[in-house]
Structure formats: C-alpha cells, structure tokens
C-alpha cells in the first residue's frame, strides 16, 4: 500500500495538530473576552524572546526529553509506561542520597555518581511492575499508575521522617553540598565569554539530555538489544519463534525506562533545585507521555516536542504573570495541545492521507 | 464427477438475466489497481469458480459483492437489477450469503443462538429461536445440513461450524452463496460432504460463488470457471472444456509445473530421534500422546492431518519453544546428542545453534515481523550471528548486503530490501523466510504449511528448494495440511491425529482415502507402518494435476 511522503508524516500531520490546538486555544481565550493575539505575543516573548526566556524553556525541555524517552523505549515493547512520574520522583531520592552521603569533591565526579544513582533508583521502581508484566500478566498501565501514588507517598514519608534535617520545618533535604552543584547554561556561555541566561536554571543536563537522545537512537535502532525490543513490541510470537525471551526483554526495556525517567531528577534536583523538595517532579512524567507521542517515538521528534512543550511551560508561566488570563487556563492550552497532537493524531493524519493518495492518484491519471 | 456441460446456463431458461452480474468493476488502493474492469455473469442455478493466485484480486471482487468496499467503477446486477450494495446488510438483502475463511461465529452461542444473531425478531428471543429451530429441520432435510442446533458452536468441529455458516446464509434467504476457500480447514471427507452439500444447494435453484486456489476443486464441482490474475479477469470458461494444466497456465501467466520433480530419496544417519513425546497444555489437557518419529539426514518426513492435531506444537517443542506453562516429556535426541525439552538450554535459540532452521506454520505472526524491513526481517532469529554483528552494534550493512543477495537467488519480488514485509505479496513473504531457514544449512529443517497462501509460481520454486536441501544431504519435517503437498514432498508420510502418530505411510503406496481415513483417527485392520528405508518412487503427480 502506498504512504504519504515521509515529510507530511512527521512534519505536516504535528503541525496541522499544534495549529488546530492554537485556533482551540485562541477560541477559549477569546470567550474569556482577552486577546488571543495578545496571549500568543506574551507567550512567544516570553519564552523565546530573551536568553532568560529561553534559560527557562530549556530546563523545561530537558525534563521532558528524559521522560519523553522512557515512554519512547518502553513504547518499542508496546509497553505503555505511565510511570515516569514516579519513577522520576524515586529518581530524587536516588540523586539526594548520592549526594548528601558520598564525599564529591566535584561536580566532574558528583555528577555521574548522581547520574547513577538517579537512573538504578527509577530503574528500580520500574523494575516491579516490569517483573509483574513480565511474569504474571499484570497489566503495565495499572502497575506503573500505582506505583506513582506509592512513590509520591514514599517521598512524602521519607522526606518528612528521614531527610528533613533536623529543626526545619520544610519537608526536604538539606542543601546539597556546594561542590557538587552543576554549572548554569549561564555558566558556560560565560566561560566562552557570552552573557547568557542570567538566573535562568538551564544547566548542562540539558546537552546529557541530548547526548541522552543520540544514544537512545543507537540502542534502538543499531543495537541487537534495541533489535530485540522493537521485536518483541511487533509481535511476541514472533519473538518467541525467534529466540527472544519476552520476560527478559520486557524487563530490560522497563528497567531502562524507568532509569531515563530517573534521570530527569539530574536536572531539577541537583541542577536546579541543589535539594530535594516535595512534588519535585511537577507533571514532566505524564508531559512525556505527550511528548512520545508528539514526537512519533523517535528520539528527534521528541527533541523538537520537548522544546514545544518547554516553550508552552514557560510561555503559560509568561502569561499568568503579565495578562490577566488566569493560570488555569494556561493548563486549558497545554491540554488542548496534548489533546490534538497526542491523543487525536489519527484525525489530522487520515485525512492527510486520503487526501494524498487522491492526488497521487489524480497526478497519475494525468501523465496518462 | 458431474457432467458440468448439463447444468451449464442452470436449470432456469437461457434467456433468463443472471443471478449475479458484474459489469465494468475497477477497485483501487491507492496505487495498486486491485480489481480492473471485471466482468462477470453467473447464470442462476450453477456453481462458479474464481481462481487465481494470491493478490489477483478475488477477495477484494468478493468484498466488492459483499458491500466492504464500493467499487470506483462499474455496476452490479442481482436478478438483472442493478444495485448499489454500500453494506453487507444491503447485500444480505439482496440474497447474497457469504461464508467467509475464517467463519464469524460466536464460540460460546448454541447454533441456533449464532443462527438468529442480527436477525431476531424482536426482543425476546424465544418466538426467533423456535421459528429458527423449525427452519433448521426444514433445510437439514434438504440439504443434508445436518447440526444439532442445541449445541454450543465450539464443541463443534470445523466441518460442522462451516454448515453453521451455510445454514446463516440460507435462513437469512440467501440465493446466492459466496464461499471463500472453504476447504482450507476440512479433511477430504468433510469436503466431500461440504461439495455434496454444494450439489444439492444448487440443484435446488441456488448459485454459488466458489473461491479457491485448489485446481482439483474446480475441477470437481464446478461448472464454469474464471480465471483472475493481477487484477483483470483473463478467462471464464466451461469447466468441462478445460484442463488443470489450461487454469494453471491461465492463473500464473506462463506454464507450471504440476508436479515434483525429484530422485529417490538416499536417507543416511538418523538426525532427530523423537520417543514418547508428550506434552500437557496449561490447562491440564494432553494435547501429544507418546509422540515416536525418525527423521534421516536425506529425507523428508511429512507429517499429514487436519489442523489442529498437534502438529504446531510438535514444530513448537522441536524448535525450542513449547507454549507457555506446557509441561513436555520424553526424550528427543539431534545427531545423537539429548535435546533438553525444558528449562536453560530449551530455546528457539539454543536450537538454532544446534543446527535447526524452521520455516513457521504462520509467517505473518511469527515467521516474520510485518513492520520490520526485508533486510530486517533477513535478520529475524539470526540476529546473534557474529557476521550480522559488530560489536556492540548491529552490522546493518552486512546484513542488507545479505539480504539483497537471498532476495536476489530467491527471486523475491520487488527486490528492495528496504521495503516493509507487509508490503509484500504472501509468496514473496514465503519466499524471504524460506531463503533466510535455507540458506542457512540446518541439518533439520522444519516446515510449517510452507505454502499457505503463497501463489503457483512460489509454490514451484519453494518445493524445488526444499528437495535441493534434501539431496544435499539434510533432514526435513513437513506438516502440512495440503494432501496434495505431503504425497508430492514426503519420502514417508506420517499422520496426525488427537496427538498421536496414527500410522505411517510410503507415498507411492497409498492413497489420499487411506490417509483422510487416518487424518479422521480411523485405523484399519492393516495398520503395518511402512518399512523404513525403502525409498519410494521418483515422481508423485500432484493430484490436481490428474485431475
């Protein structure tokens, strides 16, 4: 059967999907009698019209590269992990424990102990409700679901009890030890000489995270083990006739997941935050999901959502502060965003294919 | 066999319109033309043949009649009316049943819950049910449709669940029966009953449509035949006045070789030796009963019976995987060394390296992944071999190099190895899972129905390939549930049933009676198997090709 162009599929159908969200978008605002004009010009301006803007939209877009790519590799085993938040938050506790009790001397040396102990921590609380797919049938989408409310309660408790440090009545960790804090974005450019994204909470997480989208791509398309996954997720049997052992991968897959949604917490915990706070997390784990989708599953394409949906973050910030748009309605676009590009896909992209194959078919009949 | 010319026209005069007839049909898909400008009268009271190879477009022409597509061209004629069927409710209204391949019953209803379904008469059931059950007598009667309409439709046997199918059709007062590949599922006595069914269907007035790609079908009960390749109706003739070999030539576009050539198989040393193979499902249910089988490097072993009796999973257990929480006993032994059944060293792996290839009864589901490219696919269970790998990564280059080069000895059409497998014809599918077992050297091959669904053209060449592995001296178990198939292969044919071995057989000394009688688990009093080592004579004519 014929395809429309490789183009229209992953450039035309998401942006036909992000203008119909932004017409929805315009129509909420204008029933709440403001300016959709002026909204989108507060937005873009805000987000991407400084170095500040754009500090902001980054660290936002690193959150949702690491957790857009744990559902993306999970998804290749049609496994359908919604357990990033959860694992993002374990993710945390992984980095604050590194951090408060091994002596780093320096960040060159904190960060990838942080890195480990960010992913064995999210890869752990994967690895349950992978062992229970794997072995038992429990379906992924329930277990991992849970398994968010178990962490945020384990959080709260572990916080609250164990961490809090003595006399203070916020429920996180001390601060992290100052050696070991990751140099700014701000840094960097300054190191180069260039002001940059002054106060803005971009750091070089954002370039592991696209480090992170490179390798993601090898392991998945030029590694026998991403092979194997991709296989499992077309067709158990399949895999089975083939020697793939669905247990063995299933759980391969999920353990690598949840440890890239484990190492989102390099980024807000120990890059921006220097501690561990309560609800660290903030939702990036179910914006992945949106942004896997978005991006088609592949590393690029959730590079590019990522940043959309930093520019969304930030720009909704933006426009809570400076119009009277209430922040709620901010959530209104995101979801309609997430709703069009994610959840109605299909929409956009079946007519967009008919509407090729009727030309591909027309022009033919021409030459003829 | 009837004399077709007598009912040829049917039974109803010559210048009555036909039962059915399609003027000017095209049907695309984008860019494949599916169906182009067919034509087609089906005089009302005859059985009429559609054949063609895989991918000429008769389902699509069928589905066209059935109301799952609207043609972009061209007029359909029911009783010299023309009519526009958008759905298949317009079309059962119309007086056309079809009885599809894969029937659409509930497994869980009784046959007269199954019968009524979608056409109740109003909200209780119980008026339907015994209005139903009346009409039931009337037709078994009739037409030797014998079910018990009480009995819930998977206690069935596929025979009996495809006289479901019909009896829906009729009580829905169908005039016109479609049945595509009806055959596929039956042994040959149950086809015998289904074509006596057939006979009397149309003696009474009825017309059938019959889809297949079994020559000797067509020949058997047909009365007029047409031909369909790539798309376009190339002949309808008289069954009576053509030949197997004439439909054949028809069907591919170039003459076929009927039959398999090879020489007296020279077996040597024993490479599988199977003994009280058994195997308990998940469920508690035995489903092998003391397997013992044989198989020599040099020799192809057929296994025959009706799907379903074990044979996928005595392909499963020798290739290393049997289904999950199966529990296997007994002992299997590979050039002389103990194949563990269970637990570390049982895999699909494990056998691989020991020098297994397996073609899969399935292609689409396991033989192949349908997203993966060709060349991916060329891979497919050979993904740990050092030459397709690089260190940690995957050699690709290697690999598609590999691929174009079996796509090129294996005549895989179109030869671009980066296309998805679903984008190739089922032959052409076949062809790529066949080059990539073959052309490995297994010492034992196993082979799952390696031409289901797969074209004439294919089919030669497949079968020239799994002799040439043969005479190089390799060992090769065929199940298969093509007859024709197993005789024309086997150099011993063993037959299934209910999990057990019942009897074994030289092809050149028995008959497809005495091996459909094993296929349904009746034994006869002169049940000696055949004497191993006697290889059995050169040629076995297809029996299509005798026609």
Redesign the interface.
């Known amino acids: 059967?014929?395809k429309m162009p490789k183009w229209a599929d992953v450039i035309l159908t998401p942006l036909i999907s992000l203008i119909l969200a932004m017409g929805f978008s315009a129509l909420v605002i204008l029933a709440i009698g403001e300016s959709p004009w002026e909204a989108l010009k507060t937005m873009v301006q805000g987000a991407l019209g400084s170095s500040y803007g754009w500090g902001f939209t980054l660290y936002y877009a690193t959150n949702f590269i690491f957790t857009g790519l744990a559902v993306m590799v999970a998804y290749h085993a049609s496994l359908f992990n919604i357990g990033g938040e959860g694992q993002a938050a374990m993710g945390g506790l992984g980095v604050a424990l590194v951090l408060l009790y091994l002596p780093l001397p320096h960040w060159g040396l904190a960060l990838p102990a942080a890195m480990i102990g960010a992913a064995v921590f999210g890869a752990a609380w994967a690895f349950i409700p992978a062992i229970l797919q794997a072995k038992r049938g429990s379906h992924i989408v329930i277990t991992t679901i849970m398994f968010n409310f178990i962490a945020a309660a384990t959080l709260n408790y572990v916080l609250v009890n164990l961490l809090r440090p003595v006399g203070s009545m916020d429920p996180a960790t001390a601060r992290f030890p100052a050696s070991t804090n990751l140099p700014s974005l701000t840094d960097m450019a300054a190191a180069i000489g260039i002001t940059w994204g002054r106060n803005t909470p971009a750091n070089i997480t954002f370039l592991v995270a696209v480090l992170a989208c490179f390798l993601i791509w090898?392991l998945i398309w030029?590694?026998?083990l991403g092979?194997?996954i991709?296989?499992l997720g077309?067709?158990e049997?399949?895999a089975?006739?083939?020697?793939?052992?669905p247990v063995r991968i299933t759980v391969i897959a999920m353990l690598i997941s949840g440890g890239l949604a484990g190492l989102m917490a390099i980024n807000n915990v120990m890059g921006e935050a220097e501690r561990l706070v309560l609800n660290a997390v903030e939702g990036a784990g179910f914006i992945g999901i949106a942004v896997a989708l978005m991006g088609r599953n592949h590393p690029l394409g959730i590079l590019l959502a990522a940043l959309l949906f930093g520019f969304l973050y930030q720009g909704g910030g933006e426009l809570a502060l400076w119009t009277s748009i209430p922040r709620e309605l901010i959530v209104v676009i995101q979801a309609l965003v997430i709703l069009f590009t994610g959840a109605l896909d299909n929409m956009v992209r079946m007519p967009l294919e008919r509407l090729f194959?009727t030309m591909?078919?027309t022009s033919?009949g021409a030459v003829k | 066999m009837t004399t077709a010319s007598d009912m040829l026209g049917g039974r109803s005069d010559t210048a009555a319109p036909a039962a059915i007839e399609l003027r000017g049909i095209s049907k695309a898909f984008g860019a494949v033309q599916a169906n182009r400008d067919i034509s087609l009268s089906v005089p009302r009271g005859t059985i009429h043949g559609i054949i063609g190879e895989n991918g000429a477009g008769k389902s699509t022409l069928m589905s066209i009649l059935y109301g799952f597509y609207k043609p972009d061209e061209g007029q359909i004629l029911v009783g010299g009316r023309p009519i526009s069927i958008s759905d298949s409710q317009t079309a059962i209204r119309a007086g056309i049943g079809m009885v599809f391949q894969h029937f659409k019953l509930v497994q869980n209803f009784t046959v007269l819950e199954n019968i009524i379904l979608g056409v109740e008469d109003g909200a209780l059931l119980r008026p339907s049910l015994s209005k139903a059950r009346g009409v039931l007598k009337q037709l078994a009667a009739e037409y030797q449709l014998n079910v018990d309409p009480d009995e819930v439709v998977e206690n069935l046997s596929v025979g009996h669940q495809q006289r479901v199918e019909i009896l829906k059709a009729l009580y829905r007062q169908a005039d016109i029966l479609i049945l595509d590949e009806p055959t596929g599922v039956l042994t040959p006595a149950e086809a015998d009953h289904l074509f006596r069914i057939l006979k009397g269907l149309r003696d009474e007035g009825k017309t059938i449509i019959l889809i297949t790609h079994k020559l000797r079908e067509i020949m058997e009960i047909t009365d007029n035949v047409s031909v369909m390749r790539r798309g376009e109706m190339v002949a309808s003739v008289r069954t009576a006045q053509t030949s197997p070999e004439q439909l054949a030539e028809l069907m591919v576009g170039r003459k076929v070789l009927l039959n398999v050539d090879k020489q007296p198989a020279r077996p040597q040393a024993p490479v599988l030796e199977v003994r009280g193979l058994t195997m308990v499902d998940i469920d508690g249910v035995e489903r092998l009963r003391g397997i013992d089988l044989d198989i020599r490097a040099g020799e192809i072993l057929g296994i025959a019976g009706v799907s379903g009796n074990g044979q996928t999973l005595l392909l499963e257990i020798l290739g290393g995987y049997p289904g999950k929480g199966a529990k296997v006993s007994g002992a299997v032994q590979m050039n002389g060394g103990p194949v563990p059944l269970s637990g570390r060293g049982c895999g699909a792996g494990a056998r691989r390296r020991d020098g297994v290839g397996h073609i899969p009864e399935d292609r689409q589901v396991e033989g192949l992944i349908m997203d993966f490219t060709a060349w991916e696919n060329v891979a497919f269970g050979w993904h740990d071999a050092p030459e397709f790998n690089k260190g940690w990564l995957m050699d690709n280059v290697a690999i598609r190099r590999d691929a174009q080069a079996k796509m090129e000895r294996f005549d895989v059409r179109p030869r671009d190895c980066h296309l998805a497998a679903r984008n190739f014809s089922g032959g052409n599918q076949q062809k790529i899972v066949v080059a990539r077992e073959i052309e490995r050297n297994p010492d034992l091959l196993l082979i799952g129905q390696p031409t289901r669904g797969v074209d004439i053209g294919a089919i030669e060449f497949i079968h020239k390939q799994i002799v040439a592995l043969r005479d190089a001296g390799k060992a090769i178990l065929l199940v298969s549930v093509e007859l024709d198939e197993i005789l024309a292969l086997s150099d011993r044919v063993a037959v299934m049933f209910d999990g057990r071995i019942m009897g074994e057989r030289l092809p050149g000394q028995t008959t497809t009676g005495e091996l459909g009688l094993l296929m349904a688990g009746i034994t006869d009093t002169q049940n000696t198997p055949a004497e191993a080592g006697i290889p059995p004579e050169t040629t076995h004519d297809l029996p299509e090709g005798r026609a």
């Open positions: 059967m014929d090898v030029r590694t026998r092979y194997q991709r296989a077309r067709s049997p399949g089975v006739y083939a020697g793939i052992s194959l591909k078919r033919r």
